[in-house]
């Protein structure tokens, strides 16, 4: 049974940070790239960042370049999400997804490769 599960989000006011997490069970995410996606009411899905298998790669979406940080520490079988200087466009239900891969980079133009999601986790940017 393989889980994701997301962690961290909550209410921040705007400039404020946010360090979200996705703790992986059932599998280990040595071999999975790992994609953060948003999901804001009425919006589509859209992809926030992705990271390689190693970490060596990672990938931003233009709208959070600068201001957020992926990373992973394998040993922990954890993602991470550093969200700085947070807007309120930031707000939006934040999923972690996992795709096997064995390819050094990652992408998150298309949602739909990723084979496992969390159920997501509130960030709220407000003042």
């Known amino acids: 049974q393989l889980q994701l599960v997301e962690s961290g989000g909550g209410l921040v006011q705007p400039g404020g940070s946010l360090r979200l997490s996705c703790a992986a069970s059932?599998?280990?995410?040595?071999?999975?790239?790992i994609g953060w996606f948003r999901q804001a009411p009425g919006k589509e899905r859209e992809g926030v960042s992705c990271?390689?298998?190693?970490?060596?790669?990672?990938k931003y979406a233009d709208a959070v370049k600068g201001r957020f940080t992926i990373s992973r520490d394998n040993a922990k079988n954890t993602v991470y999400l550093q969200m700085n200087s947070l807007k309120p466009e930031d707000t939006a239900v934040y999923y972690c997804?996992?795709?096997?891969?064995?390819?050094?980079?990652?992408?998150?133009?298309?949602?739909?490769?990723?084979?496992?999601w969390g159920q997501g986790t509130q960030v709220t940017v407000s003042s």
């Open positions: 059932g599998f280990t995410l040595d071999s999975y790239v």
């Open positions: 990271i390689s298998t190693t970490g060596g790669y990672t």
């Open positions: 997804a996992a795709l096997r891969s064995a390819y050094y980079y990652c992408s998150i133009t298309a949602p739909r490769i990723y084979n496992y």
